[in-house]
């Protein structure tokens, strides 16, 4: 395989731009030659992308967001948009395609692999850690510690008004950023999509604190439950302490990204590089046990996210 593509697409994450420098310095490792596609699959469709070079991807390594963009393209999900999209990779003579993205990204690599031939290779990119196969995706460190920092500042301020923070994290339908996040800031309650929530349970955990000489509490909501703004409401509903909300948003995905995500960053883009280089396609890259994997697509698309349990009564344990 002498020429390939790569694009980033869907939600941006931090370490996505350390991915793009390791697939494209790999790629030319091996001799190959490397097209950067800019706005994810729209600029596949519309045939946008140029040939890279070392220099394209020098002192990325260290900035959040994609410097390909990227972009949520319907018309990938349909026949034409799927075909004009594969029309643009055989014109330019791509032979294999490396996809940075989540789930939705993945089923675009997937027909582009079964229907059409092309070898691809999936790298997750995305900071809700919701695809089953891997234990971590690009960008959930990131993400995680953008939200530690956040909730530092607000018991600051709740403990010295004697509050209560609800605290809105992303994640879609996972509840990892809130479990992850609650457990290494020192949240009081987490509550996920995961398990179901009971708002008398919650009043008489405060309660208990409160009676055991804390001044404030700190809870983590994840954005598949409710929102901040109404949990406080329902909250603030059935207690006398005073409740405040924060949604900490938008800056989840972005910053400069960890250690880790730069550390997978690295492997991923390398492991799919080499995928493709042997003439492999299909495939997904992931983390399993602290050990680079790669999994068959269609098997790690139709595998079940499972939530941590045992992590999440940690929390119930030790937050008190």
């Known amino acids: ?14 370490g996505m731009n350390a991915a793009i420098r390791a697939v494209v310095r790999t790629a030319l490792y091996y001799g190959m030659e490397v097209y950067g596609i800019r706005r994810g699959y729209a600029g596949l469709i519309e045939d946008n992308m140029d040939e890279m070079d070392m220099r394209s991807v020098s002192n ?12 949520r393209c319907m018309e990938m999900f349909t026949e034409e948009g799927q075909r004009k999209a594969a029309e643009t990779l055989h014109r ?39 695809l089953a196969y891997t234990d971590y995706t690009l960008g959930f460190d990131t993400a995680v510690n953008t939200c530690i920092d956040a909730i530092n500042k607000l018991r600051d301020t709740m403990e010295s008004h004697e509050r209560i ?12 950023i809130a479990l992850y996040a609650g457990i290494t800031s020192g949240a009081e309650i987490i509550i996920v999509p995961e398990v179901p929530y009971d708002m008398d349970d919650v009043v008489m955990r405060i309660k208990r604190s409160r009676e055991n000489g804390k001044h404030s ?26 409740v405040r909300s924060t949604n900490i948003g938008h800056i989840q995905r972005g910053g400069s990204p ?25 495939r997904v890259v992931g983390i399993h046990k602290n050990e680079i994997i790669d999994m068959d697509i269609i098997e790690a698309l139709s595998m079940e996210k499972k939530f941590n ?7 119930r344990m030790i937050s008190m």
């Open 92 to 130: 330019r003579g791509i032979e294999g395609l490396v996809v940075i993205g989540g789930d939705g990204s993945f089923h675009g690599a997937k027909i582009l692999s079964e229907q059409y031939g092309i070898p691809t290779i999936g790298i997750p990119g995305t900071i809700d850690n919701d």
């Open 217 to 242: 509490n700190i809870i983590v909501v994840a954005e598949g439950v409710m929102s901040a703004e109404e949990f406080a409401r329902r909250l603030q509903a059935v207690t006398e302490y005073s």
């Open 1 to 14: 395989m002498k020429r390939i593509g790569l694009l980033t697409s869907g939600g941006d994450a931090s």
């Open 165 to 176: 923070s609800v605290v809105e994290v992303m994640g879609r339908r996972c509840g990892d």
């Open 258 to 282: 960890s250690m880790a995500d730069r550390m997978l960053a690295a492997q991923f883009g390398n492991k799919a590089v080499r995928l493709l280089k042997d003439g492999i396609g299909n």
């Open 309 to 315: 349990y045992e992590l999440y009564e940690t929390l």
């Open 60 to 71: 990325i390594v260290h900035r959040g967001g994609t410097m390909l963009r990227t972009a």
